[in-house]
């Protein structure tokens, strides 16, 4: 959530109307198709590529999207209040593949390795749990970043992002632009931060993975009892020799003495 993907999806239709987009409707449908595309093309890469090398490409396209949204509103503020087709168009390229990228890699690959490396015992509550503090920090990126954005551009806390009656438009074109390029310094960090600390995982079956990285008790594997050997025959058990007496040697059955014994 920190890459601010709900950034785009809560206030898309606003990014495209301050940046000049004609109608933000198709904005939102050139996004989501995007997303689509690119969900169906992670689930080719995901084993071919690996979930490391797809988390890294991911981000990457998230911050150079990122990168193109937000030079292209803060360079446009000497265009006057209404922004020129280019700054429109580069923000729509910019958005569809910064949406792309993330459901590229972020996305679904994030919880992939979050159901690798828990413990199966621990699997399912680790999911509860960070999926239940995934939405608070959605719900917490998505408001503060409309009061980080009037307070960049000077304007009143109340405003919408696209309200140029309490705040104008170059200023909320320049303050959005900003919060791209914080957002493009986030996930250039999550790129050095895969890189360094994820490690690899496709390939690997649950068993070795919770060997891996399980440091429960419950993880160890318990040896196993040693099983008694049964002695392999040719045949049926064949009849038990008398007793020996104390201090009597030992010698070889004569033919007389099996059929004794038989």
């Given amino acids: 959530p920190l890459t601010g993907i709900n950034i785009f999806t809560s206030y898309s239709t606003a990014i495209y109307k301050i940046a000049g987009l004609g109608d933000p409707i198709v904005g939102t449908i050139v996004g989501n198709v995007s997303l689509m595309a690119c969900s169906c093309l992670a689930v080719l890469l995901v084993e071919r590529m690996g979930r490391r090398d797809l988390l890294r490409m991911s981000c990457s396209i998230m911050t150079l999207s990122a990168v193109v949204v937000g030079v292209s509103l803060y360079s446009s503020t000497d265009e006057g209040d209404d922004a020129t087709p280019e700054t429109a168009y580069t923000t729509l390229l910019g958005a569809a593949g910064f949406l792309g990228g993330f459901s590229l890699g972020c996305g679904p690959v994030l919880w992939v390795l979050i159901a690798e490396t828990f413990p199966t015992s621990r699997r399912s509550q680790a999911l509860g749990g960070l999926n239940t503090l995934n939405a608070f920090v959605n719900l917490a990126v998505?408001?503060?970043?409309?009061?980080?954005?009037?307070?960049?551009a000077g304007c009143s806390m109340e405003a919408n992002i696209d309200d140029d009656t309490l705040c104008g438009a170059v200023e909320l074109r320049k303050a959005v632009g900003e919060l791209m390029l914080i957002l493009a310094f986030v996930t250039a960090i999550t790129?050095?931060?895969?890189?360094?600390?994820?490690?690899?995982t496709a390939g690997s079956d649950l068993e070795a993975l919770d060997r891996r990285y399980?440091?429960?008790?419950?993880?160890?594997?318990?040896?196993?009892?040693?099983?008694?050997?049964?002695?392999?025959?040719?045949?049926?058990?064949?009849?038990?020799?008398?007793?020996?007496?104390?201090?009597?040697?030992?010698?070889?059955?004569?033919?007389?003495?099996?059929?004794?014994?038989?």
Avoid: M
């Fill in 191 to 200: 790129v050095v931060f895969v890189t360094a600390f994820v490690e690899e």
């Fill in 142 to 152: 998505v408001f503060s970043s409309l009061f980080l954005v009037n307070a960049l």
């Fill in 214 to 262: 399980c440091c429960l008790p419950s993880c160890v594997p318990r040896a196993k009892p040693p099983q008694k050997q049964e002695r392999l025959t040719d045949g049926p058990p064949g009849p038990t020799p008398p007793p020996r007496r104390r201090g009597q040697e030992e010698r070889p059955l004569l033919p007389g003495d099996k059929r004794a014994l038989a």
